[in-house]
């Protein structure tokens, strides 16, 4: 920490927030919004003169509320920087009547009531994305009694409880009374390997996710060892479904806690009740081992929580990164480029990709190192030649292009007649353009209509009939067909697969055409709202969509033969299922609905396109 | 239509059993050679391979092609691999194009041997359709930044801004909170070492 607060080529925006970040690999821009400590981080010397003159009382963050701070605080005493701050909303502020006392109190003058938050902006060219992870909340898990029993605590305040910097000082007490507990129970999963579906009784998480934690067995071993070192006479009793200790020095450490007298306890109990007068705590639960119920009556529990992901839609946005389903971020391939965001130039560290313990953290984030710096390393680099061209001889300057750009790559100027432009370095080639221009005036280098519609009169000159066309998106629904396929999950076999950067460079007119040669049935397919790897760029397929199913309905095709569907990376098993529901609608369409579509459009469409 | 001659090769690959477990591929072979434009249409036990790449040079300079398709993997997957093989023959690498007959027709359909095979055909028919009109394209290169921005002050983005600091690169490293440190600093010791974590 102190080496990552003095590094002379590192620096450190502490109470800051990402504003924005625009631009590609190689040539980010970045936005930052520097909150105002009222308090100037570079003259602090962290003496606390301001402190007990502070009358503002507060449960302090850091200690998990077991102790308190004044609204003029550091957060913890070895904090980098280590400076004071001021937290305004609480500060009964600098008006001398209302409070101003720690004005006074710092000889050094540093508190400043007129700070305002700066907003910073600089250049990069690769980025890490290291936002860690949250602590999973037991309150939903009601049967624990979290909230009602006070000797109920959790694994992050055991440690507080029990670090020589904590509030206690180290000396572990009970909440209860403030007396040494003897018999301590820790109970496993909590949060974690749980059931979540949408009719039972865990619709939201709110009683734990499907996936391990990763840290929680050794975490709550090195605790037992930790106690049995304190106190060497309390009786430890772990509940567990399994103790997975796979890591490098991990079985050792589980062995020797063993050793010093930790029961284990092979089964997770059902339910917590308290002893009202003695605040003890009876634990009934089913020994899987022996085969019996048992109850453990225990001075204190500590429920070993899980890791839920980071609540930060914001940066995952502007990054265009995705989920899998667990909700942590996807990486570029989870074998080969285990580091790599799908988006280039950016890479992961630590628990925002997955569960995982400090050395694994640590290891990863050397492995982004690595990664970022291969590419700083270079002075230019190269990026894909899939970018938008317009041909002045068929464009008319109406401007559409330049709305529907998530990247303002398009300028055009309908009222002056000055035909559209693409700057290539911002074109990110998701195709939008080129699907919206009315005069097709728009090329998509190595997507381009010709490619396309060749696709899809290959894939449609025998049988079509039979077949559901799929336009898949390359990031998500590509990707999702691809996990289909690495799952090993059947399907019907008479789709045929066009791929597409974005789902948003899907034409009308390959649509109209596949119908046209008489497809029973056309998917088109793209990432969920948010998800896009275009951004907004899948809206736009959305308002297409919906345009060609009114489109349907007034010329007579039953708008189900064309389907819209949002698939992830992540999601194969929504691949299958939509293939075989598509599949079920296709048995429906007869040779006559196909016959007459066809007729339709030969008149609709093709006069249209005259 | 292109201007010059189109000479399309294509490289079907067994996969091992993986792709010729459940497709036919001397059919799909056969099939792709019948096909306007297709000069020459081999297999490939592994294409991705050293030999299979060997074998796809060599029949570049052997028929003079200008246009290669492979009928392999995901282009997730081994796109960059055969860009390259292109390249080094001499090709520009956007004049591939890849049929995906293993994640898309080999793997969801394993026990439909016969629909497998007439799919991955089509999807070879369609992967040759669009390598019609495949044109050379040149890629911009675009001048690197020489910083980083780490998102997040905890140990792991402690660990990447210092390796990227002691590397010599400028790092800004934005944690949202007063101090960095993150969760790990609320820790008492750490496993499997037993010590402190700040």
Same mark, same amino acid.
């Given at each position: ?432 353009? #080129? &699907? @919206?221009?009315?005069?097709? !005036?728009? $090329? *998509? =280098? ?10 899809? %009169? ?110 992830? #990376? &992540? @999601?194969?098993?929504?691949? !299958?299922? $939509? *293939? =075989? ?10 040779? %006559? ?18 | ?198």
């Amino acid at each position: 920490m102190m080496d990552a607060g003095r590094h002379p080529n590192i620096e450190l925006m502490t109470y800051t927030e990402i504003e924005n970040i625009t631009g590609y690999v190689g040539n980010f821009h970045v936005t930052v919004r520097r909150k105002a400590r009222f308090v100037d981080e570079s003259e602090c010397t962290a003496c606390g003169d301001c402190v007990p003159v502070c009358p503002v009382i507060r449960p302090n963050e850091f200690e998990m509320g077991l102790s308190t701070r004044r609204a003029i605080y550091i957060p913890f005493p070895q904090a980098v920087p280590a400076a004071y701050l001021i937290n305004i909303d609480e500060c009964l502020g600098d008006v001398p009547i209302a409070c101003g006392k720690c004005l006074e109190a710092c000889d050094k003058k540093c508190i400043d009531f007129d700070m305002k938050d700066r907003i910073e902006r600089f250049e990069v060219g690769a980025i890490i994305v290291a936002t860690g992870l949250d602590v999973f909340d037991p309150t939903g898990l009601d049967e624990y009694g979290y909230t009602r029993y006070p000797n109920v605590i959790t694994s992050l305040e055991f440690e507080r409880l029990i670090s020589a910097g904590g509030p206690t000082e180290g000396h572990f007490i009970r909440p209860s009374d403030r007396k040494q507990p003897k018999r301590i129970g820790f109970i496993q999963c909590v949060g974690s390997r749980t059931e979540i579906s949408p009719d039972g009784p865990n619709p939201d998480g709110s009683r734990g996710h499907p996936y391990c934690s990763n840290i929680c067995c050794m975490n709550t071993v090195k605790d037992s060892l930790l106690l049995k070192d304190h106190y060497p006479d309390t009786e430890i009793t772990v509940f567990y479904m399994d103790i997975r200790a796979f890591g490098k020095g991990f079985e050792d450490l589980y062995r020797s806690s063993k050793e010093k007298g930790v029961r284990y306890v092979r089964g997770l109990p059902g339910k917590i009740r308290e002893d009202p007068t003695t605040h003890n705590l009876l634990v009934t639960v089913e020994n899987t081992t022996a085969g019996r119920l048992e109850t453990h009556e225990l001075d204190m529990v500590v429920l070993s929580v899980g890791f839920v992901p980071p609540e930060d839609g914001h940066i995952k946005k502007l990054l265009t990164l995705s989920n899998t389903s667990d909700g942590f971020l996807l990486e570029a391939h989870p074998k080969l480029r285990p580091v790599d965001a799908p988006a280039k130039g950016v890479f992961f560290a630590g628990c925002v990709e997955s569960p995982k313990d400090i050395k694994d953290s640590v290891t990863q984030a050397s492995a982004a190192a690595a990664r970022a710096q291969r590419l700083l390393n270079k002075d230019r680099v190269s990026v894909e030649a899939i970018t938008a061209w317009v041909d002045h001889d068929l464009c008319t300057a109406c401007g559409i292009c330049v709305k529907v750009c998530p990247y303002g790559a398009i300028t055009a100027d309908p009222k002056q007649k000055i035909k559209a432009v693409v700057t290539e370095a911002s074109c990110a080639g998701c195709g939008a353009c #080129a &699907a @919206e221009c009315p005069q097709d !005036a728009i $090329v *998509m =280098r190595n997507f381009t209509d010709l490619q396309i519609m060749a696709q899809v %009169e290959a894939a449609l000159a025998e049988n079509p009939e039979e077949k559901t066309l799929v336009f898949a998106c390359n990031w998500c629904s590509y990707a999702g067909a691809d996990l289909a396929g690495v799952s090993r999950l059947q399907y019907p076999a008479n789709t045929r697969v066009v791929r597409t950067m974005c789902s948003g460079r899907v034409d009308e007119d390959f649509v109209w055409r596949a119908f046209e040669l008489g497809a029973a049935m056309v998917l088109v397919s793209g990432c969920h709202f948010g998800d896009c790897h275009y951004m907004t760029a899948n809206h736009h397929t959305q308002k297409r969509v919906d345009k060609m199913w009114d489109r349907m309905e007034r010329w007579g095709i039953r708008p189900e033969r064309l389907q819209l569907e949002w698939i992830s #990376a &992540a @999601e194969g098993q929504k691949f !299958a299922r $939509v *293939m =075989r529901e598509i599949e079920e609608m296709r048995r429906q369409v007869t040779r %006559e609905e196909i016959e007459e579509t066809k007729a339709i459009i030969a008149k609709r469409w093709r006069k249209r396109r005259k | 239509m292109p201007d010059e001659e189109l000479r399309i090769g294509v490289f079907v690959c067994e996969c091992g059993r993986n792709i010729a477990g459940t497709v036919d591929v001397e059919t799909v072979r056969r099939y792709a050679e019948s096909l306007p434009g297709v000069v020459t249409s081999q297999v490939n036990r592994y294409t991705c391979s050293d030999p299979g790449q060997a074998q796809i040079r060599k029949a570049i300079a052997e028929h003079k092609l200008n246009r290669v398709v492979i009928a392999a993997c995901s282009p997730s997957l081994h796109q960059p691999t055969f860009r390259a093989c292109l390249r080094q023959a001499g090709l520009n690498q956007y004049l591939l194009e890849m049929a995906n007959i293993r994640e898309q027709v080999a793997w969801v359909h394993m026990r439909e041997p016969d629909a497998a095979t007439y799919k991955a055909q089509e999807t070879v028919k369609m992967a040759v359709a669009r390598a019609r009109y495949l044109r050379p394209e040149q890629e911009m290169e675009v001048p690197v930044t020489k910083a980083a921005l780490v998102i997040g002050g905890g140990i792991a983005g402690i660990q990447a801004a210092l390796d990227l600091a002691d590397a010599g690169h400028k790092v800004y490293l934005v944690e949202k909170e007063p101090s960095i440190g993150g969760k790990m600093a609320m820790l008492d010791k750490t496993f499997p070492t037993m010590d402190c974590s700040i």
